[in-house]
């Protein structure tokens, strides 16, 4: 598992290279890291399988970079002035369990001047016109941008104390963040599919004097990445059930901190929760159907 994983940390982070190194060095210093030949053993298995999976999605690393060309229109989105847009092309990554991003059908945002569009920028102006000590609070602390875990990272963090307090083994601990992270992806995967397709602009685009306590992201509004922690969630509420009602506030909390923040609608989180479910759906289906349990027993206090 050390081999592998500073194989591929390595392979997405060459500058952080001499650091990961550090830290499988120290691993392999640890009393319960094995004789060097069984070291060795997983020097080779461990490298075999992360060079494999990084074939596999070598594609989605490289080729899904490429810079596209956007419209221009009442509604639409503007790519910041000086900024290329946020991975414009990741609806075309190949997903883990679906079959394409295309496989979940997500609506397209309320029409212009609509009732449900016009409720939903309002409702944006007036939380910026009116926004208080607690919703600012919340826009900050759910804030996630470049140079920070994003959210994926947050779920990785939530999902390794849960492994801790539940005191699963070493297997049972990679198999749930590796499934929840493949729920992450494909969630990730729709969601940019269908940004990239509806190309909605973001509320201060259609009223400049919504204000942002919070940094924008590059990319445009409708639905909002919080699918991610849909799908993370539903995944670690099958794992570990009882901690369902706790996981889904969070995921509540983080939606509508971006509606405090000024940088999403509602209609955006609404949209991005039905992806999220849906993905998680299909992940948990896929985990039962495999033979695994989630965790019944309660340890912490």
């Known amino acids: 598992m050390s081999y592998a994983s500073s194989r591929v940390l390595t392979a997405m982070a060459p500058t952080k290279a001499a650091a990961i190194q550090v830290t499988l060095q120290n691993e392999l210093r640890q009393p319960t890291a094995g004789t060097p030949a069984a070291q060795a053993a997983g020097k080779t298995l461990g490298e075999f399988i992360a060079d494999s999976l990084l074939r596999l999605r070598a594609a989605d690393t490289t080729a899904l970079l490429g810079a596209v060309t956007l419209p221009t229109g009442p509604g639409i989105w503007v790519s910041t002035a000086g900024r290329l847009p946020v991975n414009p092309r990741w609806g075309e990554a190949k997903p883990w369990l679906l079959t394409s991003a ?67 083994s070493e297997l049972q601990c990679a198999t749930i963040l590796t499934t929840m992270n493949q729920a992450i992806m494909d969630a990730g995967i729709v969601t940019w599919l269908a940004k990239y397709r509806y190309l909605l602009a973001r509320p201060n685009q259609m009223d400049p004097a919504i204000t942002m306590p919070i940094t924008l992201s590059n990319h445009p509004s409708y639905p909002a990445e919080s699918s991610y922690s849909t799908a993370a969630a539903a995944v670690l509420s099958w794992y570990f059930p009882r901690e369902q009602p706790l996981l889904e506030s969070w995921v509540k909390e983080s939606t509508l901190s971006r509606i405090y923040g000024g940088v999403h609608y509602r209609f955006d989180g609404d949209a991005s929760d039905t992806i999220g479910r849906q993905v998680g759906a299909l992940h948990v289906a896929t985990l039962s159907a495999a033979g695994l349990r989630p965790f019944q027993t309660m340890v912490r206090p």
């Open 102 to 168: 295309a496989a979940i059908t997500v609506p397209p945002p309320p029409a212009l001047n609509s009732s449900a569009f016009l409720t939903g920028l309002a409702e944006v102006r007036q939380i910026s016109d009116t926004r208080t000590s607690a919703q600012l609070a919340s826009a900050v602390y759910w804030f996630y941008g470049f140079g920070t875990p994003t959210p994926p990272g947050y779920w990785n963090g939530v999902a390794s104390d849960l492994c801790v307090h539940y005191r699963v």
